[in-house]
Structures are given as C-alpha cells and as structure tokens.
C-alpha cells in the first residue's frame, strides 16, 4: 500500500470550532489511510490548559500516530509565564517539543522554531539543526525523510506580512544537505508548495527538495480573505512524490490540486498520450 502522510496545521482550538470539519476529517482518514498525522503549530489559539487539552484530545481522537510540534500560538500569552512556562502546556499532551517518528516508510523529524521573545517571526538555533542532521542520517534506507518546522520556508501566495524563518537559505541548505526530502511548515494559514529544481539550477549529487506549507485547519479569522481552511495529503510513488491540497467547500473536503514532483534526482516520467 502507499505510503500517505496528512499534514494539518493551525488549528487555532479556542476560536472557530466547527463540528462539520472535524467529522469530514474523519472520513478523509477513513479513505486515505494515512500512517501519520503531523499537525505543525498553532495546536491552540492563546496556549490555554484547556485550548491544548481539546487539541490534543481531537488530535489524538483520529486513531493514527500524531506527530505534534509547537506554533507560537501554542504558548502563555502573557507574562511571565510566556518565559517561564513556555512550553509546559504542549509538554504535559505530547512531551516533547522536538519529537521524532520513525517506520520503515516515513523517518518524521519535528523541529521547534517558536521564540518566545518574538510573537510572529520564528528560528531554529545551530544546535537543533545539528540533532536534525544526525537524526537524518539515521533515517532507514528508502524512507521519506521529512522535516517539520512550524514558520514557514516560502512565502504566502495571497497577502502576509508574516516573514519566513530566520536564515531561511541556511537553514534548508542545511536540511537538504542532511538529506530532507520534503520539509513541511505552516503559520501563514495558505497552501504554498515549492520544489528546489523550480527555484534553483541543481547540479551534480544535490538532492531536490519539496517545501510545502499547509493551509489553516483553523479559521481564527472568519472575516479574513486569503485564508481557505485546508490540509495536505503527501503520498509517495515509485520516483514521485504527490502532494494534495484539500479545501474546505460548504460541507465536506475538496481536492483543489495535485502536484506531483520527482523524487531524487531522476526527472519525472512523462505519460504518453496513446
Ligand atoms: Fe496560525
Ligand atoms: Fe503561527
């Protein structure tokens, strides 16, 4: 059977609830089959004990393992405790901020970009993308290795004013480097997909990478435009990997895109048209 990821992010638990979406979720679980669930950041609206009890009760209620990391919605709004307590919340449901999920399939590693001295913009220290490095080489052989922040590495399609991760250049030439195949974000509440061999004339040995942030699961701004609830399926194929985009329409899920990229350095097959 395929190899299916789902990507949700910002759920934003504590504005919107919305039934309706919970229960199609579900469905898409039901008929997809994902073997994980990563939800990157923005579990929770104002970071609130009861906010991360019903994220992760919901989360934990779709029946797959669930790779969780924080958003810098995840922690105290106010002070102190934004600096003394800042991850404690998160901690108590899902242990740790930097978790890793490893089958033969998927190698997950989740990386924590949130700084509390900073309300929007994010970062990841040296350090972490040392342990991302060498967890990535422990990443069994023909698993997809994914790495998963919650800022954003490429920017909104339609109007944000949030920026993307510090040193974002260094930072995925590093992942790259370390071997990610497919590094996922969210924060900017919109579908936004890349592939390096889009972007960037590659050469010799470099590995593609796929950059893919994921729509909001949350709506915590009804009255915002550029904002569709959505969620990400990844799915690899042999030499591909896919990746859809589902939205939010009325009722239920819609496949609003697929794309499909090259996986490792070997172009994508073209179809023939008999
Ligand atoms: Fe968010
Ligand atoms: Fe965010």
């Not at 790779?67 to 404690?88: C, S």
């Not at 023909?142 to 930072?171: C, D, E, F, N, Y």
Request: include cysteine.
């Amino acid at each position: 059977m395929a190899t299916r990821l789902l990507h949700i992010s910002d759920l934003h638990v504590g504005t919107q609830e919305s039934p309706p979406v919970e229960r199609a979720l579900e469905g898409l679980i039901e008929r997809l089959e994902p073997e994980l669930v990563i939800a990157s950041g923005d579990l929770t609206h104002r970071g609130l004990p009861e906010q991360h009890a019903a994220a992760a009760a919901f989360l934990r209620s779709l029946g797959l393992p669930v790779l969780a990391i924080p958003g810098n919605h995840d922690i105290p709004y106010t002070f102190p405790a934004r600096f003394t307590r800042t991850f404690d919340e998160f901690e108590r449901h899902w242990e740790t901020t930097q978790p890793v999920f490893s089958s033969e399939s998927l190698h997950v590693i989740g990386l924590n970009s949130v700084r509390a001295w900073r309300h929007q913009s994010g970062g990841i220290r040296e350090e972490q993308l040392q342990r991302a490095t060498k967890l990535l080489a422990e990443a069994p052989p023909g698993s997809l290795r994914v790495v998963t922040m919650h800022h954003q590495m490429i920017g909104a399609p339609w109007r944000s004013g949030k920026k993307p991760v510090a040193r974002r250049s260094h930072v995925l030439a590093t992942l790259v480097d370390a071997g990610a195949e497919l590094i996922l974000g969210g924060h900017i509440h919109q579908a936004s997909v890349a592939e390096r061999h889009e972007f960037e004339v590659v050469t010799g040995e470099l590995r593609g990478v796929i950059v893919s942030i994921a729509p909001g699961l949350g709506q915590p701004r009804p009255q915002r435009r550029g904002e569709a609830r959505g969620l990400h399926v990844y799915e690899c194929e042999p030499g591909a990997i896919r990746v859809e985009t589902y939205v939010w329409r009325d009722d239920d899920w819609g496949l609003t895109a697929v794309r499909r990229f090259a996986r490792g350095r070997e172009p994508l097959a073209v179809e023939s048209a008999s």
